[in-house]
């Protein structure tokens, strides 16, 4: 890739990347498994910590799946949890999705979970994942909006919060507010037979809460957030006080909260 590589603004820190691992295709592809079939060849862009990517694989087995990441540290993640599942097939490679190291027309599917609001260019990405989709195929992503995001209760800190991760996302150059924006994104990037769904994840019961809560308290008081939080002008002092309200509402007996996530199927 030619230039600086896009930042990803929650990093690879252990919450991001345990908060991610909880992700199944069940939870968050349910849009795309219709269109699954046994043999099909799979791409997922940003695997993260590859939970998705293995429950991909063993819906399409003995098709040939592939994880890539444009950084080691999820890898080894993912690579670990093939190993705990005894899958010897899902590759897991260093590759950016705006440079595929694959041939034209070589994947049935290319999936994005929750990776085009974090790049700076999600038009140029798609036209990659295009490019590597067969005719035919199904390019697949799915992405949140902040702005859209709902809670209670209505504890303050969390609306700082929202409002400083959208500065800090965009600060970096990506999208926090994707949802609404992948009609746009697909239509720029040409995509054919284009189908727009929604979706949502609710967290309404006693651990799920606090486990949101205090995920979300690490990664706000976490290194990499609160680096370009300073960058932004904010103090470790204010993330500490967005962190405790983020544990705070966590432990509310009636915390509820709802993630609305934009989905796109379409051809190349
Ligand atoms: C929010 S995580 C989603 C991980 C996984 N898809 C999931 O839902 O569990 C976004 C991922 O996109 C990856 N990413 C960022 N820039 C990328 C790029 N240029 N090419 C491929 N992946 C990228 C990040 O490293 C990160 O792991």
Known sequence: MAGE????????????????????????????LPVLEAGMRVLDVGCGPG?????????????EVVGIEPVEDPLDVAREAA??????????????????????????VVHAHQVLQHLTDPVRALHEMARVCRPGGWIAVRDADYAAMSWFPEVPELEDWRSLYRQVARGNG???????????????AELDDVRLTTSVWTYADEPTCRWWGESQAERV????????????????????????????????????????????LAHP
């Not at 820190?13 to 199944?24: D, P």
């Not at 939970?51 to 098709?63: E, K």
């Not at 490679?93 to 595929?100: N, P, S």
């Open 5 to 32: 590589p896009d930042r990803y603004t929650h990093g690879h820190e252990r919450a991001t990347l345990a908060s991610h691992g909880k992700r199944t295709a069940e939870n968050s592809c349910g849009y795309l």
């Open 51 to 63: 939970t998705i990517t293995l429950d991909l694989a063993a819906i399409v087995a003995p098709g």
């Open 83 to 108: 190993t705990r599942r005894g899958d010897t097939t899902t590759r897991f490679e260093l590759a950016d999705v705006y440079a595929l190291p694959h041939d034209d027309d070589s994947f049935d």
């Open 174 to 188: 990506a999208e926090p507010d994707a949802a609404r924006r992948l009609r746009g994104w697909v239509q720029a």
């Open 221 to 264: 008081s976490g290194p990499i957030f609160a680096g370009q939080a300073a960058e932004q002008g904010v103090d470790a002092g204010e993330l500490a006080r967005i962190a405790e309200g983020w544990r705070a509402w966590g432990s509310a007996p009636d915390a509820w909260f709802a993630i609305l996530h934009g989905e796109v």
